[in-house]
Each structure stands twice: as C-alpha cells, then as structure tokens.
C-alpha cells in the first residue's frame, strides 16, 4: 500500500468519522429537540388537562354557589313566611281570645235579655189582667151609672106614672075579682 493510498484512506476515512459524527450530532440534537417537544407537549397536555379540570370545578364551583344562594334566598323566604305565618297565628289567637270573650258576653246579655223578657212578658200579663179587671170594673160602673140614672128618673117616672097607675087602679080593681070564691 503506497502512502498516497493509505493517505487518501485516512482522509476518506476521516470524512467518513465527521459526517457519521456530524449525522450523530444531528440526530442526537433532533432526538434532544423532540424530547424537549414532549416535554412542552406533555406539560401543555398537563396544563390542558389542569386547565380543563379547573374549569369543570369552577363550573362545579359557580353550580354550587348558585345554589347555596338560592338556598339561602329560600331560606330566607322561608324565614319570611315562618314569621308571616306566626305573626298571622298569633293574631288569629288574638282575635278568637276576643271572639270567645264577646260570645261570652253575648250568651250573658242573651241571658239578661231573656230575663228582662220574661220580666216584661210576666208585667204584660198582669197589666192585662189589671186592664181585665178594670173593664170588667168599668162595666160594672156603667152598669150602675145606668141604673143610678135609671134610679134617678124613677122618682120622676113614678110621679108621672102613679096618677097613671091610680087611675088605672081603680078600675082594675073593680073588674078583678079579689080570688075568693065566695
């Protein structure tokens, strides 16, 4: 092998070790470079996902707020009519304390007044026998006015009548007989 050759393959071979070092760099730098991808890759995948699954619990979260304030505006309602309904009962107690007392007063007036009917009725009934009576009376007085009148014109009437009578008498007793048989 002459030098010229055995030159000429060192330079060969050393092209050959630089490029195959030059295609070894290279593709380790890729190979870096792609790891280095990945990583970002997997670290965006990984923010991705945290960044989705923060969504769907701030979601959750918002979902949650909501409903505790409807909750609590409920509570609140409920609260509200919880007092409307015992201030509406206590006024409804109220007013039946006060419908018992006036019916007891009314069931006592009802009383009185059933006395103060019966007194009434008990005071009609002895005016009209008192009015009976004096009717009664009355007509007993008329009955007497008329026969006092009647007495006090007799006297009248009497003298009117007795030269009436004796004239009459007389002539009566002549053509009566006097009941003897004889």
Not at 54 to 71: E, F, T
Not at 79 to 97: F, V
Not at 111 to 130: A, F, G, M, R
Not at 154 to 162: A, F, G, N, V, Y
Request: proline share 2%.
């Amino acid at each position: 092998m002459s030098v010229e050759f055995s030159n000429a393959y060192q330079e060969i071979l050393l092209d050959n070790f630089n490029s195959i070092i030059k295609q070894n760099l290279m593709f380790q730098t890729q190979l870096k470079m792609a790891e280095e991808t990945q990583k970002n890759n997997k670290s965006e995948e990984k923010i991705n996902l945290l960044n989705g699954e923060y969504d769907v619990l701030k979601s959750d979260y918002d979902i949650a707020l909501k409903k505790i304030s409807d909750l609590e505006v409920r509570a609140n309602v409920g609260q509200s009519l919880h007092d409307e309904k015992t201030r509406i009962q206590a006024a409804l107690n109220d007013e039946l304390r006060k419908s018992s007392i006036l019916n007891e007063k009314i069931l006592e007036q009802s009383k009185t007044i059933d006395e103060q009917t019966l007194k009434i009725s008990q005071q009609s009934k002895t005016i009209e026998d008192t009015i009976k009576e004096l009717e009664k009376n009355n007509i007993e007085i008329e009955d007497l006015k008329s026969t006092l009148e009647k007495k006090e014109s007799m006297p009248t009437e009497i003298q009117t009548i007795l030269p009436k009578v004796k004239k009459t008498n007389s002539k009566v007793v002549n053509n009566i007989p006097d009941g003897s048989s004889f």
